[in-house]
């Protein structure tokens, strides 16, 4: 395997502080109180197993899957697509080819491309609203595809995947005798009472989520895979070879949340539901900017007037207004910026402020 620089990440890391951000991926952080924490939860080992049980029943439970076909990581929704990938391209060689979205959260692109498997780009774009064309699609998957990874909601520009599609792509593949791995930790933004995941839309299919950006508890790093049970089942093993066991104190947290998650829900909408609809009246009266406004999610990716790039205005939002976006070359569009609103209402709107600014000064 070969291991290559994590562009993005690595900028997310050295990120300096600023004042109003706009660059975090998930939602302010969640109070403490709304997992109803008692000392119990406090607890230095739980019985080493494949997960802890508890845990594992409550994701089926919410997601309504059998138990056999979760898989809970250590590691978040990043660790779940590793797992998940591996499990998917066991035996995998130079000849074996993956499909992978463009544009894309950078780590979904290199997971494949370190297992040495050839790499085919499927362009959601942006005159189509980043939908997927399923002939286009078609048209990508031959015997040698083993694996499809896309992110729904998109990363970074927040699109839907309807069922349909998601069902007509999954199918494509199953001919093959390929899998679709989709990301959907941002779907759980639109979640409400019980949620649908993508593992439903066919047999074939794998998703992975954690409790990182609806929640607001990125910090636990919890992460499940669903799917079906013998791909699970190579994924249990490989694991072991990796981690072999989860940390007890962060299965019994993850578990508390999933415990309250109506509370932890109501209030992700508290924020979620209002700031969306700041984005979307800030960019119809900022005719500078083009951008396809989500149903949901925390993340949206305007395109920028030509011929600025995204580089450019994140460095003066930076150095003139203490505000950080991610530049769009980290998602393989640099005349995009991504803005995530999942912060409090009164700095989303001081940033989206700082944002005309910046192109009253650049244009």
């Not at 991926?25 to 997992?35: A, E, F, H, K």
Request: charged share 25%; proline share 6%; glycine share 8%.
């Amino acid at each position: 395997m070969t291991f290559r620089e994590l562009e993005y990440i690595s900028w997310a890391k050295a990120m300096p502080r600023g004042a109003i951000n706009l660059a975090r991926s998930g939602i302010d952080s969640c109070p403490r109180s709304l997992l109803k924490l008692t000392t119990r939860d406090l607890v230095t080992t739980l019985p080493v197993k494949y997960g802890y049980a508890p845990l594992i029943e409550a994701i089926a439970e919410r997601y309504d899957v059998d138990v056999r076909q979760v898989f809970t990581v250590s590691g978040g929704t990043s660790f779940a697509n590793w797992i998940a990938c591996a499990a998917a391209l066991d035996g995998a060689g130079s000849r074996d080819e993956v499909i992978v979205e463009r544009p894309t959260y950078e780590p979904l692109l290199r997971i494949p491309q370190a297992f040495g498997c050839r790499v085919r780009r499927l362009d959601r774009r942006f005159a189509d609203g980043y939908a997927i064309d399923p002939d286009r699609f078609a048209s990508l998957v031959n015997a040698r595809t083993r694996l499809a990874i896309v992110s729904n909601l998109h990363n970074p520009s927040g699109g839907r995947i309807p069922p349909s599609t998601l069902r007509t792509i999954a199918s494509r593949l199953a001919r093959v005798g390929a899998y679709l791995l989709v990301d959907e930790v941002y779907l759980e933004c639109l979640f409400r009472a019980r949620p649908q995941s993508c593992v439903h839309a066919a047999g074939n299919v794998i998703t992975t989520n954690s409790l990182t950006k609806a929640y607001g508890l990125d910090g636990l790093r919890a992460g499940w895979i669903l799917g079906p049970k013998t791909l699970l089942q190579r994924a249990r093993l490989i694991n072991d070879v990796m981690t072999n066991n989860g940390v007890a104190p962060g299965e019994r947290m993850a578990l508390a949340a999933f415990r309250h998650h109506r509370r932890i829900d109501a209030r992700a909408h508290r924020i979620l539901d209002g700031n969306l609809a700041r984005i979307r009246r800030f960019l119809e009266r900022e005719t500078r900017l083009s951008a396809v406004v989500p149903e949901g999610g925390n993340v949206v990716f305007p395109r920028l007037p030509s011929p600025l790039d995204g580089d450019r205005v994140a460095r003066h939002l930076l150095e003139r207004h203490s505000t950080i976006v991610v530049p769009g070359r980290f998602f393989e569009a640099p005349g995009h910026i991504r803005v995530s609103f999942g912060c409090r209402p009164a700095l989303l709107e001081r940033g989206l402020a700082n944002i005309s600014r910046t192109l009253d000064v650049l244009t």
